[in-house]
């Protein structure tokens, strides 16, 4: 998902930016996207980008907050788990407790040590009495380290509970956000509509890819990365959404990462984490299969596939496809 209206510099050469940007400019002008004297259709696709990216920003948000909750809830039923068979043995320590009290009440209550020093045998009385000195405290100090291990337990339930419950809120606080995000959306639209046909048919085209490119030479990094980008040319044409890593749907972080599953390799989830894993490469050597993130926040993602496109999943209402690398402004090149 994101914003894909403005042709920009997609870093190749760093050094002639604003050259750069006067070519595309000059390039879009001539294909009719920024017609002259259009200034409130200007304005409209501006909101329109802005609302992109806006929600394609909560989109990551809730994907960051949605791995932490389940990492953090399995975190729990682990704890929960070691806590119930902790206290099955405390369980069967108290019942081994509670076996030697009836035995001293069935004596009359004589201390089991002093019971020994009346028995008919004293010759055993030493061995005896150490045998028993030896499981009290044994039981004593089970007693005590379980009690200790279950009082950090819960100490740590307690927290992992806290923890939970806190990442629930902010995850229904940005699906909140979303729903905001998406009722903008949806009012941008009503305004694109609105507008010439013209003016909607350039705006249309300046963010869409019309045909399946010539990715003839274009060689993978490794055998990984071509099944990763075997996955990614499978998933075109499937729909944007949101929250979603595949197969039938996918948001941008969420392509990329099932993807490379398909590979049998593990990217994070979100598409800021996915910036800082593997080993950054120059776009200028980018190979299929590398992973590109853009924007100064990393807030979206695609994969290189060779012959200056990427694949990616770019908003709601718009189907997996194939783009120009330089969409818009590149923030890294990682190759996993």
């Known amino acids: 998902m994101g914003s894909h209206r403005r042709l920009v510099p997609s870093g190749f050469d760093r050094g002639a930016r604003g050259a750069t940007l006067c070519v595309l400019t000059a390039a879009?002008?001539?294909l009719?996207?920024?017609p002259a004297g259009a200034a409130p259709q200007d304005d409209t696709r501006a909101e329109v980008d802005r609302l992109y990216e806006e929600a394609e920003h909560a989109t990551e948000s809730y994907n960051k907050a949605d791995e932490r909750t389940d990492t953090l809830r399995d975190q729990v039923d682990r704890a929960q788990d070691r806590m119930a068979r902790q206290q099955d043995r405390i369980n069967t320590m108290r019942d081994a407790l509670g076996s030697l009290a009836g035995a001293q009440y069935r004596s009359g209550g004589l201390d089991p040590s002093l019971?020994?020093?009346f028995s008919d045998d004293p010759d055993e009385y030493l061995d005896k009495a150490a045998v028993l000195d030896r499981i009290s405290s044994r039981q004593a100090g089970?007693?005590?380290?379980?009690?200790?291990?279950?009082?950090?337990?819960?100490?740590e339930r307690e927290e992992a509970t806290r923890k939970l419950g806190e990442l629930d809120r902010s995850r229904k606080a940005v699906a909140r956000h979303k729903r905001t995000v998406e009722q903008k959306l949806s009012k941008a639209r009503q305004l694109l509509n609105a507008m010439p046909g013209a003016d909607r048919a350039a705006y249309d085209r300046a963010s869409r890819s019309g045909r399946v490119p010539d990715?003839?030479?274009?060689?993978?990094s490794s055998g990984r990365a071509a099944a990763a980008v075997a996955a990614a040319r499978s998933a075109v044409g499937r729909p944007y959404v949101w929250g979603a890593n595949g197969p039938t749907g996918f948001d941008?972080?969420?392509?990329?990462?099932?993807?490379?599953?398909?590979?049998?390799?593990?990217?994070?989830r979100t598409s800021q984490a996915q910036a800082h894993t593997g080993r950054a490469v120059p776009l200028s050597q980018a190979q299929?299969?590398?992973?590109?993130t853009y924007r100064g926040d990393a807030s979206h993602v695609g994969m290189y596939v060779g012959n200056g496109q990427v694949i990616h999943a770019p908003y709601p209402g718009a189907p997996v496809r194939y783009d120009p690398v330089g969409m818009m402004p590149v923030n890294t090149v990682t190759r996993p």
């Not at 089970?142 to 100490?155: F, V």
């Not at 990715?215 to 993978?220: E, F, N, S």
């Not at 941008?252 to 994070?268: I, N």
Request: with cysteine; hydrophobic share 50%.
């Open 28 to 30: 879009a002008a001539a």
């Open 32 to 34: 009719g996207v920024l």
């Open 115 to 117: 019971a020994l020093m």
């Open 142 to 155: 089970e007693l005590k380290e379980l009690q200790g291990a279950m009082r950090d337990l819960a100490q």
């Open 215 to 220: 990715l003839t030479g274009a060689v993978p």
């Open 252 to 268: 941008c972080s969420g392509l990329t990462q099932w993807s490379y599953a398909q590979a049998g390799v593990g990217l994070p």
């Open 288 to 292: 299929p299969g590398d992973i590109v």
